[in-house]
């Protein structure tokens, strides 16, 4: 099994819609997670730190569930701009996992 | 505000060939990491360090050396470049377990 895993997709949503992706981990001692953004091949950069109680950031929400050890990403009201391939981390040397790929349409 | 530099950003190797993929970060920061991403896959991370004169391996370490001789620079060696490592390698680095800041990335081509 992979440390961490994400939701295969490719997603594709409408504008506005709201999409949800989650990432498994199997190391249940993982302490730090993350979500990243990339841009067409571009380095990913940080979205948002995942925090056991849960955090928003405007359109984006995130969650950790350490009982089944994942963590999700809620975007609500989809932009164009949101179209990215989106990366957890977790653990202690960064690994990521595969990577889902968003694409919001018009 | 530099903050990690790779170069270079774009190679071309011969099959046998080597090099040395630079990474240098000006933030101080203790972690250091290199990885490969290949089309349709995530970050696969290669060797890290967590400190000068401390490296490890990661998921894909075959084919690639690294040293770490000071805080800011962490270096890549290909020793005998392959077409199977043909692919775009991402330097990061970061403090404990905050956030990880990468390079803009080098696209390597191994004919």
């Known amino acids: 099994r992979k440390e961490v895993e994400q939701d295969p997709g490719p997603f594709n949503v409408p504008e506005g819609a709201t999409v949800a992706f989650n990432c498994t981990y199997s190391?249940?001692?993982?302490?730090?997670f993350f979500w990243y953004r990339q841009d067409c091949r571009k380095e990913p950069k940080l979205l948002m730190s995942?925090?056991?109680s849960g955090n928003e950031d405007g359109r984006f929400t995130a969650q950790l569930n350490r009982a089944s050890q994942y963590i999700s990403l809620l975007i609500r009201d989809s932009k164009l701009s949101d179209s990215a391939t989106y990366l957890c981390?977790?653990?202690?040397?960064?690994?990521f996992g595969a990577g889902t790929r968003l694409t919001v349409k018009p | 505000n530099a903050g990690v530099t790779q170069t270079p950003k774009f190679q071309v190797l011969k099959t046998g060939q080597s090099m040395t993929l630079q990474c240098a970060q000006d933030?101080?920061?203790?972690?250091m990491s290199w990885y490969r991403q290949d089309p349709g896959m995530g970050l696969r991370l290669i060797h890290y360090?967590?400190?000068?004169?401390?490296?490890d391996q990661g998921e894909v370490p075959n084919g690639y050396n690294v040293s770490r001789s000071t805080t800011e620079d962490f270096p890549l060696r290909l020793l005998s470049a392959a077409p199977s490592q043909t692919s775009v390698y991402f330097c990061?680095?970061?403090?404990?377990?905050?956030?990880?800041?990468f390079g803009q990335g080098t696209r390597l081509t191994v004919v």
């Open positions: 990061a680095s970061r403090q404990s377990n905050t956030e990880a800041f």
């Open positions: 981390v977790v653990k202690y040397d960064m690994r």
């Open positions: 933030m101080n920061h203790e972690y």
């Open positions: 190391n249940s001692a993982s302490q730090s």
């Open positions: 360090s967590v400190g000068a004169g401390i490296t």
């Open positions: 995942v925090y056991s």
